[in-house]
């Protein structure tokens, strides 16, 4: 898996191109003599990121020949952000499946399947993530994510628009104006943010 | 569920709407802070594990398309009413609490009837977990 050059589908046809470098367990194990629910239990701990930060090190130039935007000085950084993804997502499900909010989980998904004709942009969404998530094809489908989204003329609503404060919600003085793209969705206004965002 | 979970600028948003509209939903702030980057969402995107045949179909499908245009087609097409709750759950986790901001706008902004009301309050649930699943674990 690791030497391999990728035939990565593009919009405009196909062409192989490098893959990049994302420290998921099972793209970890690849480098470090360790399987991936191994590197996964590993990662929980500072001490544990530590120790694949430095056999990641030791394999650095096989690293860089697989994947050429390889960086090492942004490694741990990579290595400390998968931990917390990893640790938010079980969180995250744990709770929606705890006995005492399945029932309410349960209604909010029934309601979000439910309105696709009034807001395809849900759905729409949530299929371009179907195609870009995973190890098989994310590794080419989250490289192009842009891309999509602004082909998609989701861009604004993706987060990608730059300021902190360009997506926050508003108050409207007057109705939105219709017609603010495919999916009519209203070109966000800037305001002081109060929500996360994704920095430019 | 009679609950939304809103930003102080969106809560400015729903109290504009009309008393009837308004009627038997009840806010709760949310105060959570958490700066997501494009770092962290391509490290979730690419932690998605999909199971539901419906979507790695369209996965292949996608990966056959040879043009922006025929993606753009099949992912405006795609019917997710009958995809599990988990699955939906991982790809909402893999867009992001900023992604799903966006989102929650753009529904708050439509919103005209209970319906869509139900909607966001769903939404806003989600976004909900998400972030609190997210600060506690901010590195």
Known sequence: MTNESVEIPRFNGTETLPEPFIPTPEKVSGYVDLRSDEVEAQMKSVEGRQGLYAQLMERQEDIRRDHADFAPEGLQGQLDDTAEALAAHETYLAEMNAPEKKGMFSRAWDSIKSFPRKHPVVTTLLAAAAVAGGIAAGFYMAGEWELLMTSLGLDKIAGLAGAAGELAPVTPEVPPLPGGGIYDVPPPMPTPGDFPHIPG | ?139
Request: aromatic share 6%; glycine share 2%; charged share 25%.
């Open chain 2, 1 to 139: 569920m009679n609950t939304l979970y809103l930003t102080q600028a969106e809560h400015k948003t729903f109290d504009a709407f009309s008393d009837a509209l308004k009627d038997g939903w009840e806010v709760e702030a949310e105060t959570a802070q958490y700066t997501d980057t494009r770092q962290k969402q391509l490290i979730r995107l690419s932690l998605v594990r999909l199971h539901d045949p419906k979507l790695v179909a369209l996965r292949e499908s996608v990966q056959k398309c040879s043009t922006k245009e025929e993606v753009i087609a099949l992912l405006q097409e795609k019917d997710l009413t009958d995809v599990g709750n988990d699955e939906l759950a991982e790809l909402f986790f893999a867009l992001g609490p900023a992604t799903l901001s966006g989102l929650i706008y753009a529904v708050l902004a439509q919103s005209s009837t209970d319906k869509d009301l139900e909607a966001l309050a769903a939404l806003t649930l989600i976004r909900h977990t998400m972030l609190s699943a997210l600060t506690a674990h901010a590195s």
